[in-house]
């Protein structure tokens, strides 16, 4: 069995590989393994962060009009297309633009990892 630091840091770390690959490379195989990389840590991070909700799900959704599923989603998307931006080349521009959506998407990041802890047994 895995250090409990080491298994809650492995979605972190597949994530930020990831980016890593995806941002230092212009090879199709090395993209291919960052993207791949980045989508697993994300589905990880996920189905951990849903586990582990301590909201009744129900009411969350009816407050709601996207579906749970890109609500979820939602910070990870923003940062892939931060991410796409930043790789344009001679658009400083768009990356200057981008810089409240990597904000926003940490915020969401941050708030929902706060409110979102291992259930206690009783």
């Given amino acids: 069995m895995l250090p409990r630091l080491l298994y809650e840091s492995l979605p972190l770390l597949y994530i930020l590989a990831g980016l890593f690959f995806l941002v230092i490379t212009k ?43 890109l609500y979820e989603l939602q910070p990870f998307i923003q940062i892939g297309l931060v991410l796409l931006l930043w790789r344009q080349p001679l658009a400083l521009w768009l990356q200057l633009l981008s810089l409240p959506l990597v904000a926003w998407a940490l915020i969401c990041l941050q708030r929902r990892s706060h409110f979102r802890h291992h259930k206690i047994p009783h």
């Fill in 27 to 69: 090879q199709p195989l090395l993209l291919f393994a960052g993207l791949l990389l980045y989508t697993c840590g994300t589905l990880i991070w996920v189905m951990r962060s849903g586990n582990r909700r301590t909201d009744n799900i129900r009411y969350a959704n009816k407050l709601r009009m996207t579906p749970e599923w």
